[in-house]
């Protein structure tokens, strides 16, 4: 048994070496992907686009809040109905403030996970067209190491960039 074995692993160590010459394996950081990439920048702008009017609405509010308070502040301890009037204000503008924050950290959250997963689409068809171009036999996409002469990112990012169905 242990003659088998051991003739075993002599016939796959000397198929190894061949088989490991002819294997192709590339690397691609998808963070830079989604930080770098033609598709990703668009995106990124898209939503800045889309976000701008609820933003301004959310730091206008925040100024309006501010501006309350340092009329309470001004009037010092002061306790009649327009003071009273002015807290409750206050209070429920902070209440609002904290809902249009969260809603608008929700929406964007969502939109952005939507932006993304179209960019990782894309650049999931970019690998798989440079794999077939260029006869990989194993490209990954998350890895702990990266040896940059396996990373092909900045292939893909130039695919990106050149492909003509960029939104």
């Not at 009273?84 to 952005?112: G, H, P, T, Y």
Request: aromatic share 4%; net charge neutral.
């Amino acid at each position: 048994m242990k003659k088998v074995f051991t003739i075993g692993l002599l016939v796959v160590s000397m198929i190894t070496p061949s088989f490991a010459a002819d294997f192709r394996v590339g690397v691609v950081n998808t963070e830079r992907i989604l930080r770098e990439s033609v598709p990703a920048v668009k995106a990124e702008k898209k939503i800045e686009k889309e976000f701008a009017a609820r933003d301004l609405e959310i730091k206008q509010m925040m100024k309006q809040i501010k501006d309350i308070q340092i009329a309470l502040e001004k009037d010092g301890g002061k306790v009649d109905i327009e003071h009273r009037s002015k807290e409750r204000e206050l209070a429920n503008l902070n209440v609002n403030l904290q809902r249009l924050q969260r809603e608008f950290r929700e929406d964007l959250n969502l939109r952005k996970n939507e932006e993304l997963a179209q960019v990782l689409a894309r650049a999931d068809k970019a690998i798989q067209a440079i794999a077939e171009k260029d006869q990989y036999d194993l490209i990954l996409q998350e890895a702990v190491y990266r040896n940059p002469k396996i990373d092909i990112t900045d292939t893909v990012l130039q695919y990106l960039l050149d492909d003509k169905t960029s939104k």
